[in-house]
């Protein structure tokens, strides 16, 4: 953007600090994403919630529409939120000095609250969508609540019971056992 004054024309210089702004959730982000293995860790979430969505769907015999895909996509960001106030706050607790055990078993009963209000407030919200409806496919809103409501489901357990095993198994030093040397044989004195 070019500013005119009756003298030259020159641009217009910005702020740095308006364009680096350095918050919280910045601050946070990073601390989480410090290697790669945690945030493949939360990223497991998303298949394991859609073993729920796939049976939500078989067992009721409905039809996965274009609106199933939105509560998929919708599921999928609070699956991996969830994913990630589990890891984020076991690494917190690890950064304070906890053996990785402790910190694991810690930082997932912390979280088992926060997570399952979560999941019953949006399941609870999206319940009367296919509780007062005549059959699964009476309106396009049952299939996003069915894809939702089954994927939050089995990912609230997933989140709960194997996030913290793989963490536990991505996140562990892995030391291999160094082979014993054979004893060499020492040089005889008198030789």
Not at 92 to 97: D, H, S
Not at 134 to 156: C, K, P, V, Y
Not at 167 to 178: G, S, T
Request: glycine share 6%.
């Amino acid at each position: 953007m070019w500013r005119l004054t009756r003298r030259t024309c020159r641009p217009v210089t910005r702020s740095r600090k308006s364009a680096t702004s350095s918050g919280p959730t910045r601050s946070r982000t990073a601390a989480l994403f410090e290697s790669l293995r945690a945030p493949f860790v939360v990223l497991l979430t998303v298949p394991l919630a859609l073993i729920g969505v796939f049976l939500v769907f078989f067992y009721t015999g409905a039809s996965f529409t274009r609106s199933a895909y939105i509560g998929v996509i919708m599921m999928a960001g609070i699956v991996v939120n969830n994913s990630i106030l589990v890891v984020y706050h076991i690494n917190e607790i690890r950064r304070a000095g906890t053996e990785m055990k402790e910190a694991v078993i810690q930082g997932t009963l912390e979280r088992v609250r926060p997570i399952l209000m979560t999941m019953l407030t949006t399941v609870l919200g999206l319940l009367p969508l296919i509780l007062f409806s005549e059959t699964m496919d009476a309106t396009i809103w049952n299939a996003l609540a069915l894809a939702t409501i089954g994927g939050l489901i089995a990912s609230t357990i997933f989140v709960l019971t194997s996030i913290p095993v793989l963490y536990y198994l991505f996140e562990r030093p892995w030391r291999r056992p160094v082979p014993a040397r054979a004893a060499e044989p020492s040089p005889a004195a008198g030789d």
